[in-house]
């Protein structure tokens, strides 16, 4: 840093410039004593610091020197940082509280939910199950007709026509006591087989069908190696209405060129037949020996929106505490 102006110091000290009043007497006590400079004495050297007007002076010089090029005077902000530090935590602290809030507001919004979802299931199952155990009616002629009966027990009276077959594979067996013998187990291993889909042509309606006889192991897929079960003549049956299926994820295309269906695609069925496209499962009690064991619907709804509802409020229950105690007893520590 440069050093200041010599004016700048002496004003700063109650000082007079040097060669001015002060220097003047110094200079005329030089030339009084014939050139030969003597000591001046110690009342002559104290400037003249008790002068009332010195700190006056000073401080008027001090402000008038001129402001050194790229120097700026700002005002301290230290205070207003202060000031403003707690405001902006208060406010974060705020927007943190309500924002946490929304946890167990949504928990509580999505347990409210399911339970609304569980009487909407509960409802379905009870009409699913008052029209699978509903009295058989005739089937009627129109496929529009069907949208609304399915799982609905109908009768019908013809005969199949063998030389058509198809086959829904893979499929299991339907088999309740099975299936109720095997519930706490881990695993199990049942046997794989196939659907066999066959036409039958109603007699009272002109109409040729497709009725899913039954279940076969895959070693009785082969027609001829279940010729006994291959019925003749007319019979009266009765089966559940099934309309069509959408592909799910995951499953495989169905390839009509080895009659290999993996879901219900009633349009390309029933072109490749030439039926019309009506399905109906057949009933357990059209089972002949050695053919298709039938009454291959299962009729099952998950319904697990109690243990839903339970996760969902008990998210809410957990989470209303501990905002409780974070915003409203202010727990130290948390």
Known sequence: MAR????LEWALLGLPERGGAWGGRAGGRAGGSGGLGAAPGLDELTPPLASPQAPARAVRSVLAAPARPGLAWRPSRCGSSTA??????AEDDSFLQWFLLLIPVTAFGLGTWQ???RKWKLKLIAELESRVMAEPIPLPADPMELKNLEYRPVKVRGHFDHSKELYMMPRTMVDPAREAREAGRLSSSPESGAYVVTPFH???LGITILVNRGFVPRKKVNPETRQKGQIEGEVDLVGMVRLTETRKPFVPENNPERNHWHYRDLEAMARLTGTDPIFIDADFQSTVPGGPVGG??????????MQYIITWYGLCAATSYLWFKKFLRRTPGM
């Open 84 to 89: 403003e530090a707690p405001a902006t935590k």
């Open 115 to 117: 339970v609304q979802r």
């Open 4 to 7: 200041p102006p010599a004016e």
């Open 202 to 204: 109603c007699t009272d």
């Open 296 to 305: 291959q619907t299962r009729v099952t709804l998950r319904n697990e929106h």
